[in-house]
């Protein structure tokens, strides 16, 4: 179990290193700018159906909003799959 846990790191590691390695000028963008310059392409006059209500003060705060809002979500994830888990276990225990 702990091998198996051990080379699924490291690929994670691997994984994570090999587009910052071999792609060091490149620029890696969210979704939302690249949304944004489609759509200009396609229709230069559109409007946007409504704006933001507020807007982080920098893009550092607005990346850690979003890394937040992540680990919150896996938070949830987590304690869910733990808790079934548990449940699953307890439940065998029984038996």
Known sequence: ???KNLLLLIG???LALLPILFLQDA???GADGEA???ITEIAANYEPWFTAIWEPPS???ESLLFVLQGVIGALI???FIGYMRGKHTKDH???
Request: glycine share 14%; net charge negative; proline share 0%.
């Open 59 to 61: 893009g550092e705060i």
């Open 93 to 95: 225990a029984k038996n």
């Open 36 to 38: 944004e310059e489609a």
């Open 77 to 79: 994830i987590g304690y």
């Open 1 to 3: 179990m702990f091998k």
């Open 27 to 29: 620029e890696f963008g």
């Open 12 to 14: 994670v590691i691997v």
